[in-house]
């Protein structure tokens, strides 16, 4: 089967698309035929070594999917062949079969076609626990998501809509605040041309913002917690920008406002069962068409690179999809 491979740390570039042999599961483990692969940012930093986890060489990057179950190993339940199920795994997916512990899976109840779903895991599954568990994000309150056409931002524009939220969209470019708005935001701040502080300080009146939904990190973090309210919620979730933030701590003080970090990864580690329920209620949604799973682009396997490229290169407006 093919599968793309990383054998030393480097670009998209350095990726090789190659065949390997036929997997088989493990006890614990299912094979599935993988679909869809949703492509987040961090596939970009675990193939540069930039990520937290190192993966031992060759590994396949791209760390969420979704499959059809193919065949169980010793002492599997709860999955059967013929299953559609959600995966998230770190890296891996960027291959035609793939081994994968049950933990790892999650089974699709509702009908939702698997290429629009390959993103619910991590990508809105992180938004969710972000607005959901760490901000509990109220209904009525006021959200600002930077980066709010990538992958986790639009989620976090789209589920601040379904939690009640006033959403401010804020991204690089007025294509991509038009793309925003037409998914929901209420408002919209362009940061390259405009001054992120003061837009939000406008948008917000005199409460300010009450959750900042933080994926891009740089010099925009201040900027943005400079406009919060009083006991206000910035969510820590990423630095798409390169630059991690150091951020004044007299302005929580000044705003007795929180800094809250986001992991995706230990949530699922840490309280499965309500990644699970959340997973549940995500495909629901998706279903009933209340989140729209926007595909910027699908491509081929052997074109993972120039997928990975669309994310480096800031070009993609919601999900981009490898296709085995
Ligand atoms: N904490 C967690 O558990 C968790 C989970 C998932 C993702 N994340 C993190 O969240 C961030 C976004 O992930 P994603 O998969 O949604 O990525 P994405 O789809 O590529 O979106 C990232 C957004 O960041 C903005 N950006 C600003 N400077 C950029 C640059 N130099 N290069 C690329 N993008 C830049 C872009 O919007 P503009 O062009 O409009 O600025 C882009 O839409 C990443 O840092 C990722 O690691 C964290």
């Known amino acids: 089967m093919k599968a793309i491979l990383c054998t030393h740390f480097g670009t998209p570039d350095d990726l090789v698309l190659t065949d390997i042999s036929e997997p088989t ?4 483990e299912v094979v599935a035929k ?4 949703g492509l987040n ?6 193939i540069a070594g930039k990520y937290q986890k190192k993966p031992p060489f060759p590994f396949s990057p ?4 979704t499959g059809i179950v193919e065949t169980v190993g010793q002492g599997v ?6 299953d559609h199920v959600l995966g998230y795994c770190t890296f891996g997916a960027a291959r035609e079969r793939i ?6 899976l999650v089974k699709l109840n509702v009908d939702l076609d698997l290429v629009r779903a390959a993103g619910l895991a991590i990508t809105y599954g992180t938004s969710y626990h972000a607005l959901a568990d760490r901000a509990h994000l109220k209904p009525g309150e006021t959200l600002a998501v930077l980066g709010a056409a990538g992958g986790v931002g639009l989620a976090a524009v789209e589920l601040g ?3 009640g939220a006033r959403v401010i969209a804020c991204a690089g470019s007025d294509d991509k605040l038009a793309f925003a708005r037409s998914h929901g935001a209420d408002a919209t701040v362009n940061y390259a041309s405009q001054d992120l502080r003061s837009a939000l300080k ?3 009146g005199e409460h300010g913002i009450d959750v900042i939904f933080d994926p891009v990190g740089g010099s925009y973090s201040e900027a943005a917690l400079r406009a919060i309210a009083w006991r206000g919620r910035h969510l820590v979730v990423g630095f798409a920008a390169g630059e991690i933030p150091k951020l004044p701590l007299n302005l929580t003080l000044l705003k007795g406002c929180a800094v809250v970090g986001v992991y995706f990864g230990d949530w699922v580690r840490h309280d499965p069962q309500a990644y699970r329920a959340a997973l549940d209620q995500l495909a629901r949604w998706a279903a009933a068409g209340k989140l729209s799973c926007h595909i910027h682009q699908v491509y081929p396997l052997c074109e993972t690179p120039q997928a990975l490229k669309a994310l480096t290169q800031r070009q993609a407006m919601g999900k981009v999809i490898v296709q085995p």
């Open 25 to 28: 599961p493990a006890p614990g």
């Open 34 to 37: 993988v679909v869809a692969v």
């Open 41 to 46: 940012f961090f596939d970009t930093l675990i």
């Open 62 to 65: 791209c760390g969420e999917f």
């Open 77 to 82: 339940t709860g999955f059967k062949p013929g």
């Open 99 to 104: 081994a994968v512990s049950t933990d790892k």
């Open 161 to 163: 809509k379904l939690m």
């Open 202 to 204: 406008d948008l917000g």
